[in-house]
């Protein structure tokens, strides 16, 4: 039996990341992860017909569904989604562009389930058939009134249609449709047409289309919107004029991201006339002089009020290349730190490190890029020379633990990183009254909390400099009262 494993090939790896036609004027396939390829990001539908010009790749960001009645779940899927408003039996024909390409399908009830947790039960129908030298009739499949069927295994042919499902109002369908081209020449599909023109059930309409937020951005000469939900290509004005920009910036035109051959899309670009200058910005929406409004998959048009048409925005200034420190010399031996004098959203150093600060060792030329809250991109470089620098231990011979802040602390003094280090003193009978490793910490004139008498003490101190032997020291102290 055969199955729809298929590998779309080398090309299709060249073309993955480009929403542009691939082979034919016909043919659009989405780089991976687009949001409606998992099913809590499904396309919004409210019935009639919906047409998309793309073809799918991979699965989306969430594998939902990976088992079907069917056999396999998602493969090269999309989502759509819809509600019943008015009870009654639902039917579909998904339509191919091109009558050769093969879609598989599956409908599942959704009411009351959480859409991150699907699994086959919610499954009321699916065909998986193969459209092998068109064996579905013009490529079509999806329900009707006559089939009886409620399933068709993957590699099977022929059974197109699957019995209609007679829902009431409230309840809530995902239809997930697996994008497999060509069953002879597998690649992109064409596009289809989803038609619920039979259907006597009537589905809910959707909130109108709104402004939701600003895709983080560095540019000064467009601004990119991210709407609520997907809007129709068709329904934007190419020359801009559904949008106006306070303080005034003049605008060109607009533009769907991925919008080509009647698509949908949930980003629109708008162009400025040039370089807007740094500072903060209002988007407002208003119907266009030569284009219709806005409207989203069902047809609903945006209203102009204060929250679903207005949205302000910032023209960033760009990353100034003085965010490192000068070049600093250290001595060899030692490790410095090193970073940004100011915060951003992410760091990269040529070292492959991720934070705004790295401990240097070695020298050599050290590069931090560098991206703001609006996505501006910056690249400074610092350089590390080395210098020979001294190494010793000093211990003083005496102390006096007074606490007048002088000479309190009987400590060894560095010049240069221990590696190695332990520091011990002894009474004058060899009893320990101070030991420790962490170079720095030093003894107070005190056992267990009680002052030690005045008087002759033993030390001795094991340390290990950069590029030197372990060495131990001893000699005396005097403790002064």
């Not at 086959?120 to 009886?148: D, E, M, Q, W």
């Not at 993957?154 to 081209?181: E, H, K, R, V």
């Not at 990269?348 to 560098?370: A, E, H, M, R």
Request: aromatic share 10%.
């Amino acid at each position: 039996m055969l199955t729809k494993q298929y590998f779309y090939g080398f090309i299709l790896v060249i073309t993955a990341c480009l929403s542009l036609p691939y082979l034919s004027f016909s043919q659009t396939l989405l780089a991976p992860d687009q949001p409606e390829q998992d099913a809590c990001n499904a396309l919004p539908l409210c019935g009639g017909q919906f047409f998309t010009p793309y073809s799918y790749q991979g699965q989306g960001l969430v594998n939902d569904l990976t088992q079907t009645p069917c056999g396999d779940g998602e493969d090269n899927s999309m989502w759509l989604k819809f509600t019943v408003a008015n009870a009654g039996q639902i039917v579909f024909k998904i339509i191919p562009l091109d009558t050769s390409d093969d879609y598989d399908f599956a409908v599942l009830n959704a009411t009351g389930v959480d859409c991150s947790n699907l699994s086959p039960s919610n499954v009321v129908r699916c065909n998986f058939n193969n459209n092998f030298s068109g064996s579905n009739a013009l490529g079509i499949v999806g329900l009707n009134t006559t089939s009886t069927l409620t399933t068709v295994a993957d590699g099977a042919t022929g059974d197109s249609f699957l019995a209609a499902i007679n829902a009431t109002a409230g309840q809530t369908y995902l239809i997930m449709i697996n994008n497999f081209g060509n069953d002879n020449d597998p690649g992109p599909s064409h596009g289809f047409t989803i038609d619920f023109s039979g259907s006597t059930a009537t589905f809910q309409s959707n909130a109108p289309p709104a402004l939701q937020s600003i895709v983080k951005h560095c540019s000064d000469s467009n601004v990119t919107i991210q709407l609520n939900a997907p809007i129709q290509c068709s329904s934007i004005a190419a020359d801009g004029s559904q949008f106006y920009i306070t303080p005034t910036i003049p605008i060109t035109g607009a533009s769907g991201v991925n919008c080509v051959n009647g698509g949908y899309t949930s980003q629109i670009v708008i162009s400025f006339s040039g370089h807007a200058a740094p500072g903060n910005y209002v988007v407002n929406g208003q119907k266009g002089t030569i284009g219709p409004t806005l409207t989203n998959l069902c047809g609903d048009a945006m209203t102009f009020t204060s929250t679903s048409s207005v949205i302000s925005f910032t023209v960033p200034a760009q990353v100034q290349d003085n965010y490192l420190p000068p070049d600093t010399t250290k001595c060899d031996y030692s490790t410095i730190t090193e970073g940004a004098l100011r915060a951003f959203d992410s760091y990269l150093w040529n070292t492959g490190q991720s934070t705004s600060t790295i401990p240097i060792l070695t020298p050599g030329l050290y590069t931090l890029q560098v991206t703001d809250s609006n996505a501006c991109m910056g690249t400074d470089s610092i350089n590390i020379i080395d210098s020979a620098c001294p190494q010793y231990v000093y211990l003083p011979n005496a102390f006096t633990p007074n606490g007048d802040g002088k000479n309190d602390i009987f400590r060894p003094v560095f010049a240069g990183a221990a590696s190695i280090f332990k520091f011990a003193v002894y009474d004058r009978w060899g009893r320990v009254v101070f030991v420790t490793t962490t170079p720095g910490e030093g003894w107070d004139g005190t056992t267990g909390g009680r002052p030690q008498p005045g008087g002759t003490y033993v030390w001795e101190c094991v340390y290990k400099l950069y590029q030197e032997p372990q060495r131990m020291q001893r000699g005396t102290v005097m403790l002064i009262r």
